[in-house]
């Protein structure tokens, strides 16, 4: 594939390109080579797949976070016009080139919150995939967003959602009353506490109807991805959190719905694909043919909807509680589940242990009212440290 030299080809940074949303923001691009051309990958410590995708796609940079994979992943590339750097600073650095267009992204938990504020700062467009930036750092990262009139696009296929139905509202001054975020449930849905006492990582990381990394797998598993996705919505959508209920609806069909002011309720439907939110993030706010699976009603005769439960899938509960607090409190339970799931899946804590060890570690790190991106750091830093002794 060559590069392209089309004006009105977006020119797209994929932060994290080797992941779940990176390699199939991939498969988008390579469907609509007249509208994306890709200008920078990125990738954590996978140098295979990030010079397979820098051959394929032959994008202007390439950085590769894990220095001690520099120098194979120079030689790889030795013969292709590409620049090659390494290092997690590297990564915030290519999310303001002037060259970019669009930033996806797409990182893993914390590591994603640096390089997107610095995109923000550059007036980048946003297209965001990870969650944890608005988790950690939502009001200030909003704040940012406003000075430097950067906008940001939701790819979660739940906020996707929401943004796709309050398109064309917000300008007649039709506000949303309440927002569902649907929630599939997760391979656990349905069991108590005492069935989830000997529950595996394997059983874990069956998804019954999204595939997606091990990390937000797991979190959606404990319904931690969705207290997460509420306080992402929070701050995306300017709706207080006590607005925002989780429905968990197995089908995984209506993504999510958006109440009024009137009483009416729009839904967005369709089948799970993350391909489709993330070419939507990237082509607004224009829609592009796809050759996605349609869906059709007479293979869902019946959408279910239930309550989840709180008392056993506390992770839940906890968000809510950390966006109430707010502060630095939602930083400390993003970072404690972290480890929380990390540990999990090294088989070094049972399933029921991670919501124990997230709550343990909300309860002694020092609460800050207004923090800095400073304290941010500081907290973050304090919160993994602490939960990884506990």
């Known amino acids: 594939m060559t590069k392209h030299t089309n004006i009105r080809t977006k020119k797209i940074a994929i932060l994290g390109s080797t992941g779940s949303i990176g390699t199939q923001a991939l498969e988008v691009i390579a469907a609509h080579e007249q509208e994306f051309s890709v ?15 820098a051959k394929q796609f032959n994008p202007n940079v390439v950085v590769i976070a894990d220095t001690a994979k520099y120098a194979y992943v120079k030689q790889a590339l030795e013969g292709d016009d590409i620049k090659i750097f390494a290092g997690e600073e590297a990564i915030a650095d290519v999310a303001s ?3 970019v267009d669009v930033v996806l992204g797409a990182l893993v938990g914390y590591a994603g919150l640096l390089p997107v504020i610095t995109a923000i700062e550059h007036g980048k467009t946003v297209a965001l995939a990870n969650k944890e930036v608005l988790v950690v750092a939502g009001q200030l990262v909003n704040a940012l967003s406003h000075k430097h009139k950067a906008n ?3 790819v979660d296929s739940e906020h996707s959602a929401i943004f796709q139905c309050l398109a064309g509202e917000m300008q007649y001054g039709n506000e949303a009353e309440k927002l569902f975020l649907t929630a599939s449930g997760g391979p656990f849905r349905g069991m108590n506490s005492a069935d989830l006492q000997t529950v595996t990582k394997r059983e874990a990381l069956q998804h019954p109807n999204w595939s997606m990394g091990a990390k937000v797998t797991i979190d959606s598993a404990s319904l931690m991805n969705k207290g997460l996705e509420m306080i992402e919505a929070r701050w995306l959508f300017g709706v207080a959190p006590q607005n925002i209920e989780v429905v968990v609806h197995p089908q995984s069909i209506i993504h999510s719905a958006v109440q009024f002011t009137d009483g009416s309720i729009k839904a967005q439907m369709g089948l799970p ?39 056993v899938f ?3 509960q906890l968000a809510y509680y950390a966006i109430e607090k707010n502060g630095n409190m ?10 929380a799931v990390q ?6 804590i049972s399933f029921l242990a991670m919501p124990d060890l997230i709550e343990k570690t909300m309860n002694a790190i020092p609460f800050v009212a207004n923090p800095t991106l400073s304290d941010l750091i500081q907290t973050h830093a304090e919160a993994i440290a602490l939960a990884q002794t506990l």
């Open 39 to 53: 200008e920078v990958l990125t990738a954590g410590t996978n140098a295979d797949l990030l010079i397979a995708q």
């Open 97 to 99: 080139m002037n060259t």
């Open 152 to 154: 940001i696009l939701p």
């Open 273 to 311: 694909d993350m391909k489709l939110p993330i070419q939507y993030a990237l082509s607004y706010p224009q829609r592009l043919h796809s050759d996605f699976p349609r869906f059709s009603f007479w293979d869902y005769p019946n959408l279910t909807f239930e309550k989840p439960d709180l008392t």
């Open 314 to 316: 506390r992770n839940l």
């Open 330 to 339: 939602p930083c400390i339970m993003n970072a404690a589940n972290e480890v």
């Open 343 to 348: 540990k999990f899946l090294h088989d070094k």
